[in-house]
């Protein structure tokens, strides 16, 4: 009858050598997912259409648009709070789809975010 297990320094059981290959598939499917949603951008335009902000997937702003009627000088408040609910809206979706494509790696194992693997 053959050992199941192993011993230190006597090499992997059949498990853990193919678990280890799983983790670095993984890992590797991660790297190329990171990268290309690091290629991606989003948008988000509030206030009807005067707002509209676009972010990549590196989390920097890469456009602000506004429609001239947006610009008051009396009213400089609400255009801050547009551009605002613009670029929070913009990086909720960038995040939302990261977390997504990562979700579909991992399968929901929550190992997105800081895990190298």
């Known amino acids: 009858m053959a050992k199941r297990g192993g011993f230190p ?4 059981p059949g498990n853990m050598s193919n678990l280890m290959k799983q983790a670095q598939k993984m890992q590797k499917q991660m ?3 990171t990268k290309e949603l ?8 509030v206030g ?3 707002v509209t902000v676009t972010v990549s ?7 602000v648009n506004l429609k001239e009627e947006v610009v008051d000088p009396d009213d400089i408040e609400m ?13 909720r979706k960038m995040e939302e789809d990261q977390s ?15 895990f190298p693997f």
């Open 38 to 45: 690091e290629t991606k951008e989003y948008s988000a335009t």
């Open 48 to 50: 009807g259409g005067v």
């Open 100 to 114: 997504n494509s990562m979700a579909k790696i991992t399968g929901g194992l929550g190992m997105g975010g800081g």
């Open 9 to 12: 320094g006597m090499g992997m």
């Open 79 to 91: 255009l801050e709070d547009l551009i605002i609910s613009a670029v929070n809206e913009a990086f």
């Open 57 to 63: 997937g590196k989390k920097e702003v890469t456009a």
């Open 31 to 33: 790297e190329e997912t």
